[in-house]
């Protein structure tokens, strides 16, 4: 039987429904879980009860735990005739449950049993997983018909509530497992427990033929009139892993389909090199310093090499792309190091025509053991484990493997392999610290004839904050003012208070300081309250860091604080506008995924030099791809202007109003290069939301870069996306839920405290990121982050300013036409106005449903211009195809400025602050426009399926339907009783919040 067990906590209800008939009821709590049940004590008496009782259930299936839900029913037990009465339930899927580390206690609003049941009130409970063989399932309970059992106030088996971490390190670290391209079942080995794999689309059944053929470019798409040809988004047909790719829909041909059907197949010779054994003596002085030497034609992998060691390991993987080698043979080559000429050992040679192919899933081939020879043929002393087969990018081998693209024909030295392997990276799960300094106590300053001038100064890591001072009338200052910050798990960092004293202008004194281990804090995942507590201060950061000291002396100052880790929020370390993740903190707010993106990137073509290297321009590029907390990076081809990448990437989707960035990068860091920041060629973001269901778009990207000069093209960069859900009901039901956690809306941040907490946020993630490797540099994070984009420019505040006029241009040309029709510059149009309009003075109830009917049409109509392409950078829409030189100096200026003198300095960038939040502001209003007009131009299919349908049906219900029964209830509704009324957004503002606008397009 599994280890695994589901732990629940019962903690407490309130503001239960009264049952009893006096005000009153004697509630219970029942369990339901995996065919199991336990109950809790009877509280008498009681419409708040709290329990505190803890129970374990046995998990039979850890693989089908998804699908197990977990139904608390709260009961309300009538001792006259012995019958339990539902005061609600609570029901909880699978998809929630998490570690012990993890849980935190939430309070779950009941819901009814029945369609007649009256409910009300809250349950809290703590739920989380543990595979502790110390810890004992509960006894189970009886079956229950419809009455109780008359000793239903006995307690069944609890279990206290102290639990050690149940998901030990080392089991976390040996599941995690990598994978360039989707697979399903590897996917599934990334939490702790099995989940549901997601749903997998079957696109096509066609291999890349042997014969390649360039990528046919299909049809050409321009997002606006005025934008340059060369910038447009291409739509393009090529060969991939299921089939050719037309107009989205896969051509399949007469083989089976790869499994990795989004990119090309490319063919790999792999060369395993694991160990040595029984090599010959260099001499009488002892062993050899061996390294092995493979070698493809003009194409050259070596080793590590040991020193004096007679059974090296290496263990290394070189992979030879297939279609570059020139030769028939391969050579592996075991050499002994010296200082002036490698000494040649022994030589194994293979005849590539007689190498195996593997295809995955089949097993990862064995390696043998082959004697050396020397040159002439004969064998030698010492032998060489080796593993030679062909395979393509889907081989496990592959991530970790040495590739030719790393060296140029004819070199024999690898270029910095650690700098250009592909990785998957995950950025750190983000908390907000939510710090309130209250007051303080027996504060004593250095002149002891004055009340010191207190402050408090907070910092966790470099974000620091300070109270404003107070002086009282005694020593026993108050603040009450709260602060926020940004913590990454795991938390290593401290909190620090500092008490300072401002004995000067200038001068401030240290009175005392506290330190607060982050992992020691409190967590919560709603807003409920945190008991508040006095830390002792001490004269040094070592005392205060010492929590054996506080022991020592008899009398202390005092610092009142509440500190707590705030789950329910989402931390944003990404722009508000191309955010790829909505997700609160604690993952028991996570709800089921809807859904698998699916990313293959291609190549890219016409890349422009970014450097020189032998008197020739090249550029050595990969690309970046980010969603949610997963970051992929793909190896990096060197010497090329039309790499081949060919790797394939899967996400699960939880918000369709989330967005993909792609970035393309030119390598510094290799060459002898290192600390030189890599140079952005370019990016893409795709909002999921634009994508159809299960279409396959093949498109070629413009690379567009503005630089002080002005816009430039790098080049194009080709992708593969398909976008799969895994139900329709639950994909339209995103549409309707608020964007954010319910915190952003029940405590909700100041625009001033998002920008700085986002900022720490990114400097957070890129330091995080940065100690990866190889890592993934700070310049790169915040390129695709865009750190910078809360900062003014010229050109984006004219860009924003023309999004608005264009939003309300309809609206002009609807008061030109009417200007016309009063005119009677056309009779009959003039004359039909007049009908239709003393129809609706005279039946007023038509207008309504004449508004609607007509969008209907509209939209409809639309349809057949839908958009069929994801949208792109737009050069015309952006203002940067008409930018004048000196506004391009003032955007690339830096910050703070540096051009002139300090004066004139702290003017300019108090005035760039200013114009950015109205530069802001102004986007933000063009981004309601258009999100109006995305109502029915199936920008987003999903959304405008939803509005035309509710068109419809309401102009039916309207013809129907008294106007003044309408307007009665509608001015009702909006005048209802705060007791009706839910601090969440309504559902039309949510569907609203969630349509896309031109924000994806700007540059």
């Not at 005000?23 to 809790?40: A, K, W, Y």
């Not at 005025?226 to 393009?236: C, I, M, N, R």
């Not at 040595?276 to 992998?301: F, H, I, M, R, T």
């Not at 031109?998 to 540059?1003: E, G, P, Q, V």
């Amino acid at each position: 039987m599994s280890s695994f067990k589901l732990g629940v906590e019962v903690v407490g209800a309130h503001d239960l429904v009264a049952k009893d008939g006096q005000g009153s009821s004697n509630p219970f709590v029942e369990l339901h879980f995996d065919d199991q049940r336990f109950r809790t004590t009877t509280k008498e008496k009681d419409l708040n009860p709290v329990w505190n009782e803890s129970f374990y259930f046995n998990i039979s299936d850890p693989n089908n735990l998804s699908h197990l839900p977990l139904e608390a029913y709260v009961y309300n037990h009538n001792k006259a005739n012995n019958v339990k009465t539902c005061l609600g339930k609570v029901r909880l899927t699978g998809t929630s449950f998490v570690p012990y580390s993890d849980a935190v206690v939430l309070h779950y609003p009941l819901e009814k049993r029945s369609i007649f049941s009256r409910v009300k009130g809250e349950l809290g409970l703590k739920v989380f997983v543990t595979n502790d063989p110390s810890i004992k399932s509960s006894n189970p309970l009886p079956a229950m018909e419809s009455s109780l059992h008359t000793d239903v106030d006995s307690h069944y088996a609890t279990i206290p509530k102290s639990v050690p971490n149940s998901f030990p390190k080392e089991k976390t670290d040996k599941r995690r497992t990598f994978h360039h391209l989707s697979n399903a079942n590897q996917s599934q080995q990334k939490q702790n427990f099995p989940s549901v794999p997601p749903q997998q689309m079957n696109s096509g059944v066609h291999e890349m033929k042997s014969g390649k053929q360039p990528p046919q470019i299909f049809q050409m798409f321009s997002g606006s009139s005025s934008q340059p040809l060369d910038y447009a988004l291409k739509e393009t047909s090529p060969f991939l892993g299921g089939g050719q790719i037309v107009g989205g829909r896969v051509i399949r041909g007469d083989r089976p389909a790869s499994t990795y059907d989004l990119v090309e197949q490319m063919r790999y010779l792999f060369v395993r090199v694991v160990k040595a054994q029984d090599l010959p003596s260099k001499d009488v002085a002892g062993s050899l310093d061996p390294y092995v030497e493979v070698k493809v034609g003009n194409y050259k992998g070596i080793t590590k090499h040991y020193e004096k060691k007679q059974n090296p390991e290496w263990n290394q993987v070189f992979a030879f792309a297939r279609d570059t080698l020139q030769t028939s043979v391969l050579e592996v080559i075991l050499k002994d190091k010296d200082l002036v000429k490698d000494d040649f050992v022994g030589i194994v040679r293979f005849d590539l025509h007689e190498v195996p192919t593997r295809v995955p899933p089949d097993s990862p081939l064995a390696p043998e053991w082959y004697r050396l020879e020397d040159k002439k043929g004969e064998k030698k002393k010492g032998e060489l484990m080796l593993a030679v087969w062909y395979g393509t990018q889907a081989d496990e081998a592959f991530p970790d493997a040495w590739h030719s693209d790393a060296i140029a024909p004819g070199d024999s030295t690898a270029i910095a392999s650690t700098y250009i392997r592909s990785k998957v990276y995950h950025s750190p799960r983000l908390w907000y610290v939510r710090v309130t300094v209250i007051e303080a106590q027996d504060l004593v300053a250095a002149d002891k004839n004055r009340f010191p001038d207190a402050y408090v100064k907070v910092q966790l890591g470099n974000q620091i904050l300070k109270t404003k001072s107070v002086q009282p009338r005694n020593s026993n200052p108050i603040w009450k003012e709260e602060f926020m910050f940004v913590a990454s798990e795991p938390f290593e960092e401290h909190l620090i208070f500092s008490v300072e004293d401002r004995v000067g202008p200038n001068k401030d004194e240290t009175i005392g300081k506290a330190v607060i281990p982050l992992n020691s804090v409190d967590r919560r995942a709603d807003d409920r309250n945190i008991r508040t507590r006095w830390y002792n201060l001490e004269k040094s950061l070592s005392d205060a860091m010492d929590g054996d000291h506080a022991k020592k002396d008899k009398f202390h100052s005092r610092l009142h604080v509440c500190v707590c880790l705030d789950g329910g929020y989402h931390v944003l370390d990404e722009s508000t506008q191309y955010s790829s993740d909505l997700r609160p903190t604690a993952k028991q707010l996570w709800k089921p995924s809807i859904g698998v993106l699916e990313l293959g990137i291609l190549n890219a073509d016409g890349l422009q030099p970014m450097k020189t290297r032998e008197g020739k321009g090249t550029s050595d590029t990969y690309c970046v791809a980010k969603y949610g907390h997963k970051w992929v990076r793909t190896r990096t081809i060197v010497n090329s202007l039309n790499p081949k990448y060919n790797e394939q990437y899967t996400w699960e989707v939880y918000d369709p109003a989330t967005v993909l960035t792609v970035g393309v990068f030119d390598n510094c860091q290799i060459s002898g290069s290192d600390g030189n920041k890599d140079m952005k060629i370019g990016k893409v973001r795709i909002r999921i939301s634009t994508l159809e269901t299960g279409r396959v778009y093949t498109h070629s990207y413009p690379l567009l870069v503005l630089h002080p000069s002005g816009v430039k093209k790098i080049g194009e960069l080709h992708l593969a996306i398909r976008f799969s859900y895994t139900s329709m009901l639950n994909m339209m039901f995103q549409y309707s839920r608020p964007l954010l956690p319910k915190m952003h809306y029940k405590r909700p941040l100041s625009v001033i405290q998002q920008d700085m907490l986002r900022h720490q946020a990114v400097t957070i993630v890129a330091a995080r990121l940065g100690r990866a490797e190889p890592p993934l540099r700070r310049e790169v994070v915040e390129y695709m982050s865009d750190a910078d984009a809360h900062l003014w420019s010229m050109r984006r505040s004219k860009a924003n300013f023309l999004r608005l006029t264009s939003v309300f241009s309809g609206l002009f040309s609807v008061g030109k036409w009417f200007g016309e029709v009063c005119m009677w510059k056309n009779p009959i149009t003039t004359v039909l106005v007049h009908v239709l309009f003393v129809m609706l003075v005279c039946f007023p109830e038509l207008i309504l449903p004449t508004v609607f009917l007509y969008m209907f049409l509209i939209g409809v109509w639309n349809y057949r211009r839908r958009p069929r392409y994801p949208p792109h950078m737009n050069t015309s829409l952006s203002c940067a195809d008409a930018v004048s030189p000196d506004e391009l100096d003032e955007e690339f200026e830096t910050f703070p400025a540096s051009r002139s003198s300090d004066i004139i300095r702290v003017r300019y960038d108090r005035l760039r602050s200013v114009a950015g939040r109205i530069q802001t502001v102004v986007g933000d209003i063009a981004t309601q426009g258009e999100r109006l007009q995305a109502l029915l131009n199936w920008r987003d299919p999903r959304a405008t399926t939803i509005f035309v349908i509710f068109c419809l049906v309401a102009a039916i219900v309207l013809y129907v339907t008294p106007f003044q029964v309408l307007a009665l209830l509608a001015g009702f509704y909006i005048m209802r009783h705060p007791r009706f009324r839910h601090k969440t957004p309504a559902a039309p503002i949510n569907f609203f919040r969630r349509l896309p606008a031109r924000t994806d397009s700007m540059l």
